[in-house]
């Protein structure tokens, strides 16, 4: 990692930027607003996106793709999932051989349900291939800047990029674990950010502690069947992609997702919360390719459905409630409950 970029100047990718600048790395930050990248080299902050940090001197801010990319030995993305494709097959064209890409983005493609590492393998380079990985875990970007601890686990099938990647990124402040279960971490990461959506509908409505923990339970148990079906290990929905991004997603106030789902349980209306926000909240398109994914595998995700309803269909919260609590009653854990008739 002597020469990093990381590709998106958003809260993310701004606070892994700035991080990956305070623990001691050259590192070039990519910014697609104009606007935002002028006051950067100006101010050395993201006002916008990262407010009160001054960025150290090993830090760079670029508008050009090509100039941020070129010569990078390790390159990070942290754009919205519905603008990934687009931006990495810009990336593609200026990355040397052998590249490590490091997919910091927690959501599934439309239409192609694909994950982040998924549209990487399948995006060629102009002459020979990236070692690929995705970095996941409970994360908010303020405390990040803010030198909270924090853990995360780096997935790849690659292990000397995972390991390379563990050593340069952990310190007494950062603690970074491996994992070989790319399908894991990237589904875990992505539908959580449904659930935290359910989980603000569940405060809205003024729903107890005991609503939330149901809510994440449950949530879990849909994420892991979904993922389980598509090769994860189930193990990897107890760690930190997990269980510990869940817990940090469906109740920390600075939770986009879960503040959609607030908002939406105040009445408003999804356009209305959408046009007033800076960044995505992955759940919103999630919602649309988790449900289609889990159509595909013949799985039930009852959580995601109601979701899906309130979301695009308009559904009173309530009513999704109630259909939720008088399905067809079963035992936990059993087995031919997990895919539909």
Known sequence: MKNTCVVGGGSWGSAFAYHLAKIGFPVRLWIREPEIFEEAVRTRQNTVFLPGRIFPENASFHHDLKEAVSGANTVFIAVPSTYFRKVYAHVADFLRPDTDVVSLTKGIEKRTLLRMSEIVAAIPLRSGRVRIGVLSGPSFSKETAEGHPTALVMASADQDLARRVQI??????????????????????????????????????????????????????????????????????????????????????????????????????????????????EGIPTTVSARELARRENIDIPITEQVYQVLYRRKDPRRALTDLMTRTLKDEHERSGSEKP
């Open 168 to 281: 340069c990124l952990s310190n007494e402040r950062w603690r970074i674990y491996t994992s070989r279960d790319v399908v894991g971490v990237e589904i875990a990461g992505a539908l959580k950010n449904i659930i935290a959506i359910a989980a603000g509908l569940s405060d809205a409505m003024n729903f107890g502690f005991n609503s939330r923990a149901a809510l994440m339970t449950r949530g879990l148990a849909e994420i892991a069947r979904l993922g389980t079906k598509l090769g994860a290990r189930p193990e990897t929905f107890a760690g930190l992609a997990g269980m510990g991004d869940l817990v940090l997603t469906c109740t920390g106030p600075l939770s986009r997702n879960r503040n959609v789902g607030l908002e939406l349980g105040r009445g408003r209306q999804l356009a209305e919360i959408v046009g007033g926000m800076r960044e995505t909240a």
